[in-house]
């Protein structure tokens, strides 16, 4: 880049920094993002506001040519169960905030006028308080619930090509890890496998 543009882009990136850190990203994902900016910038040579469309596309489908999938994140849609929607929404009516569903804040007063999503720590310390109160008393984790709703799409019957995009697999043989933590998993397969069979009739020669 010439003086001029990095000028620009200096003054870019630092709005793009400040933007993220009045939304209360951790420094982690600020620093990924603010990493990924500059990636774009350093591969066309100027700054990422002038970029085309065509531009982008070419950019991804060098990082897919030359990465690990593992390194390239894409966004994708995954279903979003009725019940769950429902959920959301008992939940924002408590607050109702503008623009946001989870707003940072110790009270629905404090999440109305809040600024910035709620945080990472703030979530995991709710969630440990709501273990203790059902009597949990495994240690557990929010990305336990991951796992969780994976093994129980494959008891539902729900196909593992479908279970690994919902998952965001890279690997199928990660989303078969949860056949082999489902017990009712392979006790249906008996049964499928047995009514199967059953619906063979078999003609023995005279």
């Known amino acids: 880049m010439n003086k001029a543009q990095q000028k620009r882009f200096n003054s870019l990136y630092q709005k793009h920094v400040s933007a993220l850190i009045r939304q209360g990203k951790a420094a982690t994902l600020i620093d990924l993002y603010s990493r990924a900016v500059r990636r774009i910038s350093s591969f066309f040579d100027c700054p990422p506001d002038t970029l085309r469309l ?5 950019y991804f489908e060098s990082l897919v040519q030359t990465h690990s999938w593992s390194t390239v994140k894409v966004d994708r849609n995954v279903t979003l169960p009725k019940a769950t929607l429902v959920a959301m929404r008992l939940y924002w009516a408590t607050h ?3 623009h946001l569903i989870f707003p940072h804040g110790r009270n629905p007063a404090a999440q109305r006028l809040a600024t910035a999503p709620m ?6 310390k709710s969630f440990k308080a709501i273990v203790l109160d059902v009597g949990i ?9 991951r796992h969780c709703y994976g093994t129980l799409l494959t008891e539902a019957g729900v196909g593992l090509r479908t279970i690994q995009h919902e998952m965001g697999h890279e690997c199928p043989k990660t989303t078969a890890l949860y056949t082999q933590l489902s017990m009712r998993t392979e006790q249906d397969a008996h049964k499928r496998i047995n009514g199967l069979m059953g619906q063979l009739r078999i003609l023995w020669g005279q």
């Open 96 to 98: 109702r905030h503008p």
């Open 137 to 145: 008393h495994k240690k557990i984790t929010i990305h336990t619930l």
């Open 119 to 124: 945080d990472r720590g703030g979530l995991q």
């Open 54 to 58: 065509e531009q982008f596309e070419a």
